[in-house]
């Protein structure tokens, strides 16, 4: 089912999901199924699985360095379907543009849509890690619009090379990233939201968004976008810090502030135990404020690990 209907089917009542991120190539899937089952009880209608891009690897050859291009976790769908089959839950793999052709796009596209995946997240990736800036990979999309469209011409049978006239097209509902502290590429918020309007205008069925540690952000960030005449579900996506490098990591990788009261507490945790606390309580006070505004979903970004976000959504759920 689509994310669009359950938030439907919900009726104004705030729905329970969260994100996971296939493990490391080599490792076990069961680690995975470990962190999802105490989750399960809070019944999120869908789970979003994240896809990394590729990177580069230096493998020592008799003292030689051997650069190698490779994928750390890949997965991605074997993992949508896996969960979808162990736990009878819909999932959203994410497509990114970086790192990819538009062929190898419309196959996945085409894996998805023959394992009755319903959803998918379209998004642009980051630039690889030693590169400063996004470059679009050879025959690859350069921003999230020309994915989203891509995703939409194929709802309607329009492949890259021909148009199939089928009763047998996808429908998949599209999902796009916002950004409440705007995209650190943005020249400003505001056009980061004009932005986003493409995305939607050329088809994206709801937004979900970069993590915030203000709810200020985001409900400052849902008006504008109204504003600006976006309309589709705008789901706000948060995190638990859960170590104390977290207050310099995530600031750099994500560029979101951190709040003062909040960094105060960490800074004044003993240990990363407390530093957890600390980030289960603030996100527990983040959901009950966001659920009593009634957003339709509560997103968390789980990181892997599942203790924090069973101690939130106790609380909050
Ligand atoms: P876009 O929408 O393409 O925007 C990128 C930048 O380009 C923005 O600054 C925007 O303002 C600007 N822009 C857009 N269109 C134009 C245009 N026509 N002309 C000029 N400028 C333009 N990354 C991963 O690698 N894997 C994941 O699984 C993943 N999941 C994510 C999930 C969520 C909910 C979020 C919020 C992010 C996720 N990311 C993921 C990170 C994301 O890939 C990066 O933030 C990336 O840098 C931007 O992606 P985007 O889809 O927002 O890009």
């Given at each position: 089912m689509k994310v669009t209907e359950h938030?439907?089917?919900?009726?104004?009542?705030?729905?329970?999901?969260?994100?996971?991120?296939?493990?490391?190539?080599?490792?076990?899937?069961?680690?995975?199924?470990?962190n999802i089952d105490p989750l399960m009880e809070f019944n999120p209608p869908f789970i979003d699985v994240t896809t990394s891009r590729e990177e580069y690897v230096?493998?020592?050859?008799?003292?030689?360095?051997?650069?190698?291009?490779?994928?750390?976790?890949?997965?991605?769908?074997?993992i949508c379907a896996s969960i979808t089959h162990k736990y009878n839950v819909d999932t959203v793999p994410h497509v990114l543009c970086g790192g990819f052709t538009k062929e190898e796009t419309e196959y996945l596209l085409v894996d998805c849509h023959y394992l009755g995946i319903d959803n998918v997240m379209a998004l642009r990736g980051d630039a690889m890690k030693e590169e400063k800036y996004f470059e679009p990979t050879r025959g690859g999309h350069r921003f999230?619009?020309?994915?989203?469209?891509?995703v939409k011409g194929l709802n309607k049978g329009n492949y890259l090379h021909e148009v199939i006239e089928t009763d047998n097209c996808p429908d998949f509902c599209i999902g796009v990233a916002g950004y409440p502290e705007k995209h650190m590429e943005a020249p400003s918020l505001k056009s980061d939201i004009k932005?986003?309007?493409?995305?939607?205008?050329?088809?994206?069925?709801?937004?979900?968004?970069?993590m915030f540690f203000d709810n200020q952000?985001?409900?400052?960030?849902?008006?504008?976008?109204?504003?600006?005449?976006?309309e589709v579900p705008i789901i706000p996506g948060i995190k638990p810090i859960a170590v104390k490098r977290h207050l310099h990591l995530l600031p750099q990788v994500f560029r979101v502030d951190i709040p003062e009261d909040l960094i105060d507490a960490v800074e004044n945790c003993k240990t990363n135990k407390d530093v957890r606390q600390v980030g289960i309580e603030w996100c527990i006070q983040q959901s009950q404020e966001l659920k009593e505004a009634g957003v339709p979903v509560l997103h968390?970004?789980?990181?892997g690990?599942?203790?924090n976000i069973k101690a939130i959504a106790k609380e909050v759920f």
């Open positions: 938030i439907k089917k919900a009726k104004g009542e705030t729905l329970f999901s969260f994100e996971i991120i296939p493990p490391v190539k080599g490792r076990s899937i069961q680690e995975l199924y470990d230096y493998i020592d050859r008799d003292g030689l360095l051997d650069k190698k291009l490779t994928r750390m976790r890949p997965g991605t769908l074997g999230a619009s020309d994915l989203v469209k891509q932005r986003l309007k493409e995305k939607i205008a050329l088809g994206a069925d709801y937004v979900v968004t970069q952000k985001y409900f400052e960030f849902v008006d504008a976008a109204r504003e600006a005449g976006i968390y970004y789980s990181m690990k599942s203790d």
